[in-house]
């Protein structure tokens, strides 16, 4: 039964049908699957294979735009079903997805996934300057700030934004975190990021590392 949803899941995000993805995400949470479950083995799959086709040339501009359309609304479902954390742990972070980007879903369940943890999260969105990520760091007091890309093109950008920070005298007061697809350990090092996660459990986890909690 489960895994037949699983399956519907990844059926309707590759078909980039709206309304298939938007009813199954629904019907999942009220059968009472996991959201991370339904995301990590349905939807998620769903759009990796998108990715897959689109990559090997078997779809096309028009059917990736279908097929985001439809996992960014059943993200957004799904995201507002991730069981809160009633008390507010100590850590304040600011994410989003680096300048020339506009890949946001992942970004996205990471924030939900934070806040559910009881993380003070502002989310900047996407296409964010390392100025802009710096300037609303400082102005949000965060601890953290957290770089999301889904592009190799725009991978230099999360290295700039850790040159700004030496630049600006700010290296120590902020611990960075980095994250997207073609992001890797090895790059999180390279550039002088504080931590890297695979994905948005890691993530949490690797924010509580740094704030030691
Ligand atoms: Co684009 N796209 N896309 N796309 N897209 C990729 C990334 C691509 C790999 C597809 C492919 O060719 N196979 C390819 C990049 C190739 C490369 O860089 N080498 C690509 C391309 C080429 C493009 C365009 C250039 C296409 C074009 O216009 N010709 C264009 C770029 C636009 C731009 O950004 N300037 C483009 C556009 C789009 C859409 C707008 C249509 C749409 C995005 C919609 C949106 O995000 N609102 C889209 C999509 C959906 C994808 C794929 C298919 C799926 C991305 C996704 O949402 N994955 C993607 C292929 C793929 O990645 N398999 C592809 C699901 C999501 C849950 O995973 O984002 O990895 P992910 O997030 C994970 C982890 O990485 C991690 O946790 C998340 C949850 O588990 N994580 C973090 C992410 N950020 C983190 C931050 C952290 C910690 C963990 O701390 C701060």
Redesign the pocket.
């Known amino acids: 039964m489960t895994q037949n949803i699983f399956e519907q899941a990844i059926a309707a995000i590759v078909g980039g049908d709206v309304d298939k993805a938007t009813e199954i995400a629904r019907r999942g949470l009220k059968e009472g699957i996991d959201p991370l479950q339904l995301m990590t083995n349905g939807f998620?799959p769903g759009?990796?294979e998108?990715?897959?086709q689109?990559?090997t040339g078997k779809l096309f501009?028009p059917g990736?735009?279908k097929?985001?359309d439809a996992?960014?609304k059943a993200t957004a479902i799904i995201n507002e079903a991730i069981p809160q954390e009633q008390e507010t742990v100590s850590g304040r972070i600011v994410?989003g997805t680096v300048e020339?980007?506009?890949?946001?879903?992942?970004?996205t369940?990471?924030v939900s996934l934070l806040r559910a943890n009881g993380f003070e999260v502002l989310d900047l969105g996407r296409d964010i300057s390392p100025a802009r990520f710096i300037e609303e760091a400082e102005k949000f007091k965060a601890d953290i700030i957290?770089?999301?890309t889904?592009?190799?093109?725009t991978m230099p950008v999360q290295k700039e934004l850790e040159e700004e920070l030496k630049k600006a005298g700010l290296k120590k007061k902020y611990k960075t975190?980095?994250?997207?697809?073609?992001?890797t350990r090895r790059w999180a090092d390279r550039i002088g990021a504080d931590a890297f996660?695979?994905?948005?459990g890691?993530?949490v986890k690797k924010v509580k590392q740094l704030l030691a909690i």
């Open positions: 998620i759009i990796n998108v990715g897959e689109f990559g501009i990736l735009v097929s985001a996992m960014e994410v020339g980007d506009m890949h946001d879903i992942g970004k369940i990471v957290g770089s999301s889904l592009l190799t093109t975190i980095v994250g997207g697809a073609p992001v996660a695979q994905d948005a890691d993530g």
